[in-house]
């Protein structure tokens, strides 16, 4: 079942999508080499609490920790640990919050440094991909037209499409529906009507798109051991796209 949100509920949705992406861009901050990925998972937890929310992932299923970190080719759902980030990696970074009721659910994947120019290449494939799917995202289209327009770009650059994992519906729960897959066709799925949020999260991989899913239960890494790219929005659907998500405070602050 599709639930339909209230622009109250959507300006609830927003403030958490607002504070997700100002944590991001605390992350994004000291991300450097040398620190490690449970560093900026403590750097995260702090930030959130320290804005009166929960993190959203925190006991999600299980989960250990505030941040989904997972760099180079793990795809999503990497455990911070004490691994130190090097010079040329990049290190997506999912992000969760609670807060008077909604979740917020935002992604974006960070280079560490100086990377080559083929793996700069691949985030600026998937972003733009992302963008692609937002522009589709709006009333009286399907979800097959926002699944169309990212795998489209994704393959016309040469890049792969993850399939087992996909965005969603947004809102009291972190994953509702409907899903929201990043390849498919126009005109097929369901119809997205005023009110509906969802995340789309394009998860992009350099080689095939082929995933392998790692024994600590949670990792999911390319089968190829080569690099994946993964950024997400939460968007409520209106006559245009409402993103509710703010990457411009994020590269502000990795830019600075
Ligand atoms: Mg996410
Ligand atoms: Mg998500």
Request: aromatic content about 6%; hydrophobic content about 40%; charged content about 25%.
């Amino acid at each position: 079942m599709i639930s339909l949100k209230t622009k109250e509920e959507i300006e609830l949705l927003r403030e958490n999508n607002l504070l997700v992406s100002a944590t991001l861009a605390e992350v994004g901050k000291h991300i450097r080499p040398g620190i490690t990925t449970l560093e900026l998972d403590q750097i995260a937890e702090a930030f959130i609490r320290s804005h009166g929310a929960v993190p959203g992932f925190l006991g999600y299923g299980g989960f250990p920790n505030t941040l989904c970190i997972s760099v180079n080719e793990n795809v999503v759902h990497g455990i911070p640990s004490d691994y130190a980030l090097r010079e040329g990696d990049i290190v997506s970074v999912d992000c969760g919050t609670v807060m008077k009721g909604f979740y917020g659910d935002s992604a974006y994947t960070f280079a560490v440094g100086k990377i080559d120019p083929e793996v700069q290449r691949l985030l600026d494939v998937t972003k733009e991909a992302l963008y692609k799917g937002v522009a589709q995202a709006k009333a009286g289209n399907r979800v097959g037209d926002i699944s169309a327009a990212v795998q489209e770009h994704a393959e016309k650059n040469g890049f792969s499409v993850v399939r087992e994992l996909v965005g969603h519906g947004l809102g009291r729960k972190m994953h509702e529906d409907p899903e929201v897959p990043n390849y498919g066709a126009r005109g097929r799925g369901p119809l997205l009507k005023e009110g509906m949020v969802i995340c789309i999260e394009p998860m992009i991989n350099m080689g095939a798109k082929q995933v392998v899913f790692e024994g600590d239960g949670w990792t999911v890494r390319t089968r190829d051991r080569k690099p994946s790219a993964h950024f997400e929005f939460a968007v409520a659907i209106g006559r245009e796209a409402d993103v509710l998500t703010d990457f411009g405070i994020i590269e502000n602050a990795i830019n600075a």
